[in-house]
């Protein structure tokens, strides 16, 4: 039987990197996202490579159609969850109710319902593995983007908890962290990008790739003895 896999926020960026990673690791891969056209090219592309995907769609914000996309992603054997946002001024006087709302309803609250559904049936099949996307945001103070760092680093603790409680009935929980990448959604940031990046060892941002390969690995049977972890993907940041 074919192992299948949902990526949230699979149409650019780290989750469209991911999604096709775990194409061409053999998966069949829901491919998340709010845009049809986006959804359509990355599904395209992971055929086009020899893999299997199809496109679901559906808004994280919105609990109702997080837990349609839960129903539809009834039995996949793996669940990443990367789908993320923030505000687009996030100093904390520019904050408004609705960035707040909204960044934990997206990276917070959306994971969680997703876990909720799925790492229960999960269990019931045997196992399966659950791999989240946080940020170094999570464990570094950085002006703007407090409420991004913060809804991860709540993430990062939600991967431990779960680990605990799904490990025993074969599901393993774990995170990847990544460092400043080269995405689309990084554009707005410019050079800063750049001069974050080189505080780190590598000295420059990862590609989504780098990151899709962590999450990859996290998600294969290879990393079976590893449980409740997050995997610092950020070149070497974690070390300075």
């Not at 997050?230 to 070390?239: F, I, K, N, P, T």
Request: proline share 6%.
């Amino acid at each position: 039987m074919t192992s299948s896999a949902l990526v949230t926020g699979a149409t650019s960026g780290i989750g469209r990197a991911v999604a096709h990673a775990l194409g061409a690791a053999g998966h069949h891969v829901l491919v998340h996202g709010r845009d049809a056209a986006r959804g359509a090219d990355t599904v395209a592309a992971i055929r086009c490579a020899g893999g299997s995907a199809e496109f679901v769609a559906a808004d994280l914000a919105d609990p109702a159609s997080c837990r349609a996309l839960a129903a539809t992603a009834a039995d996949v054997d793996v669940l990443v969850n990367d789908a993320g946002t923030f505000p687009a001024d996030g100093l904390t006087p520019d904050v408004t109710d609705h960035d707040l709302a909204a960044v934990f309803a997206v990276n917070v609250a959306a994971p969680h319902r997703l876990v909720a559904a799925l790492a229960p049936r999960m269990a019931a099949r045997g196992g399966g593995a659950i791999v989240n996307v946080l940020s170094m945001a999570a464990a570094h103070g950085m002006p703007g983007i407090g409420l991004y760092g913060a809804s991860k680093a709540a993430l990062a603790q939600l991967t431990r908890a779960w680990a605990v409680e799904f490990e025993p009935a074969g599901v393993r929980v774990n995170a990847v962290s990544p460092g400043p990448t080269r995405t689309e959604g990084m554009e707005r940031f410019g050079p800063a990008l750049d001069a974050m990046a080189a505080k780190a060892p590598a000295g420059r941002p990862a590609t989504p790739a780098e990151i899709a390969a962590a999450v990859a690995f996290l998600a294969a049977p290879g990393s079976s003895f590893v449980q409740g972890a997050v995997l610092d993907v950020d070149g070497g940041r974690c070390a300075v």
